[in-house]
């Protein structure tokens, strides 16, 4: 069995890009089935060197974990910070 301070101890790793995403900050919970919903990590720092606030919360769906080993938990998550290329003739238009 799995405590709940078990798991908030375990790096989040999105199998996406590879990225460490953090600690689990909370644990949403469906109430009537007694299961997982999500887990809440807190918000990269968006603002300046992080003294202005951070990001939004990131939930992951309990459908997003792709396995939870000893150290890490491996998930799939869509990466948000896509680097687009612009070249010198998109810039022209």
């Given at each position: 069995?799995?405590?709940?301070?078990?798991?908030?101890?375990?790096?989040?790793?999105?199998?996406?890009?590879?990225?460490?995403?953090?600690?689990?900050?909370?644990?949403?919970?469906?109430?009537?089935?007694?299961?997982?919903?999500?887990?809440?990590?807190?918000?990269?720092?968006?603002?300046?060197?992080?003294?202005?606030?951070?990001?939004?919360?990131?939930?992951?769906?309990w459908e997003q974990i792709m396995k939870?080993?000893?150290?890490?938990?491996?998930?799939?998550?869509p990466s948000f910070t896509e680097v687009?290329?612009?070249?010198?003739?998109?810039?022209?238009?």
């Amino acid at each position: 069995m799995l405590k709940i301070s078990d798991l908030k101890m375990k790096d989040i790793i999105n199998v996406v890009d590879g990225k460490r995403l953090g600690f689990i900050k909370d644990i949403e919970l469906n109430l009537q089935s007694g299961k997982i919903k999500s887990l809440l990590l807190p918000g990269t720092t968006s603002k300046f060197m992080g003294f202005f606030g951070r990001g939004d919360d990131l939930a992951i769906s309990w459908e997003q974990i792709m396995k939870v080993g000893l150290d890490v938990i491996l998930v799939e998550v869509p990466s948000f910070t896509e680097v687009k290329h612009v070249s010198k003739n998109d810039e022209e238009l």
